[in-house]
């Protein structure tokens, strides 16, 4: 995984030997955060919605800045084809400019789905935990973004996805964890195949959010801000946001 070049954040590791960045700990101004990571494909099928989906990320960074708990929120974006990489590590929100995924993404290449998963969870496992190891309050979003199914992970089964995604529940360091796989497009047989993945990994829901149309990619914009919104929320009361009670949800 390539590391953006952040003057502030500093580099991490995982368990797992993933890098991540990261705010240093002895920088941060609240005393408990919401950590949230886009994972977002970028394989060479969503090329004629690049644009749009850099409008979706800026979407979900504005709406999240006018929130309340603005301030507890700390951001982390990646993106995956064959490889992954980080657009920018873990982030306080209200710290980013607006324009931040202007031109951000690279499109083309294969689509390394359970890599990409597993990676965001144990970035969000690692910071998460060296938060709490400071007296830090904290709880975890996480949205995975594709067309398609897997087809260049080197190795990571989904059961090692669900295993880790259990260990974080019952260490609880990290409050709560929701994750939430996003497909898109209408192909029935990719759509089984990314539900099958959403159940085999653990993930707590399945959005089926249609072709990547401007207004459906607004729609999803509006769901991430809502939800996270929603997971800021719950923090320190124990558990996840309901809006994701349902195995199967549509945008």
């Known amino acids: 995984m390539k590391i953006a070049d952040l ?13 991540f960045s ?15 990571g886009i994972v977002c494909d970028v394989s060479g099928s969503v090329s ?28 982390r974006t990646t993106t ?6 980080e657009i920018h590590g873990f982030v306080e929100l209200v710290t980013m400019d607006d ?26 496992k690692a910071y998460g935990d060296a938060l709490r190891d400071k007296r830090y309050n904290v709880n975890a979003a996480l949205y995975i973004v594709t067309d398609g199914d897997d087809n260049a992970s080197r190795g990571c089964p989904a059961s090692q996805i669900k295993a880790l995604i259990e260990e974080i529940r019952q260490q ?43 207004k459906n990619l607004a729609k999803l914009g509006q769901f991430i801000s809502d939800s996270v919104s929603s997971q800021s929320k719950d923090l320190n009361s124990g558990q996840s946001t309901q809006v994701m009670q349902s195995s199967q949800l549509t945008i």
Not at 111 to 124: F, K, P
């Open 99 to 124: 324009n931040a995924f202007h031109d951000a993404l690279c499109c083309g290449g294969s689509t390394a789905l359970r890599e990409a998963t597993l990676s965001g969870i144990e970035a969000v």
């Open 22 to 36: 990261a705010a240093p700990l002895d920088e941060l101004g609240a005393s408990e955060y919401t950590l949230v």
């Open 80 to 85: 995956f084809n064959q490889d992954v990489d």
């Open 7 to 19: 003057n502030d954040t500093e580099a991490r590791q995982t368990m797992g030997g993933f890098e």
């Open 172 to 214: 609880e360091k990290i409050e709560s964890i929701l994750t939430v796989l996003v497909g898109v497009g209408t192909n029935q047989r990719l759509l089984d195949l990314l539900n099958n993945f959403q159940q085999e990994a653990g993930i707590d829901a399945f959005i089926r959010m249609g072709d990547a149309t401007p």
């Open 48 to 75: 004629s919605w690049k644009q749009d989906l850099e409008k979706t990320l800026g979407t979900v960074l504005k709406a999240c800045k006018q929130h309340p708990r603005a301030e507890n929120l700390m951001l």
